[in-house]
């Protein structure tokens, strides 16, 4: 059973930094990319960041510069570091990873829980 746990989040005034972290567990035989996808009230979920397993990257247009996304293969892990935050990427946040089980099984898309981040005074 494929498992996404995110940790991080919180609360945050604009212009900090937080990190989210979030890490594969289970039985699994390839990650090919990780990322972290928000959802605000009343909005769609969108993109923030993605990367693959050879460590390209990917980012919303609204994060471009602030953000950035790394991933150890090692560890299963991918983090999110969040820099000169706004109150506009105050949301849900959700890990997300394209995750193939077996050399046989077709690639599956797996999602975290979500993890709040609020951004205000």
């Known amino acids: 059973q494929v498992q996404l746990v995110e940790s991080g989040g919180g609360l945050v005034q604009p212009g900090g930094s937080l990190g989210l972290s979030c890490a594969a567990s289970?039985?699994?035989?390839?990650?090919?990319?990780m990322g972290w996808y928000r959802q605000a009230p009343g909005k769609r979920r969108e993109l923030v960041a993605v990367i693959t397993d050879t460590f390209s990257t990917d980012y919303g247009d609204s994060v471009k510069g602030r953000f950035t996304i790394s991933r150890d293969n090692g560890k299963r892990t991918a983090t999110l570091q969040m820099n000169n935050l706004e109150p506009e990427d105050t949301a849900v946040y959700y890990c997300?990873?394209?995750?193939?089980?077996?050399?046989?099984?077709?690639?599956?898309?797996?999602w975290g829980q979500g993890t709040q981040v609020t951004v205000s005074t």
């Open positions: 997300n990873a394209k995750i193939i089980t077996t050399p046989q099984a077709d690639v599956g898309t797996y």
């Open positions: 289970g039985s699994m035989y390839r990650i090919n990319t």
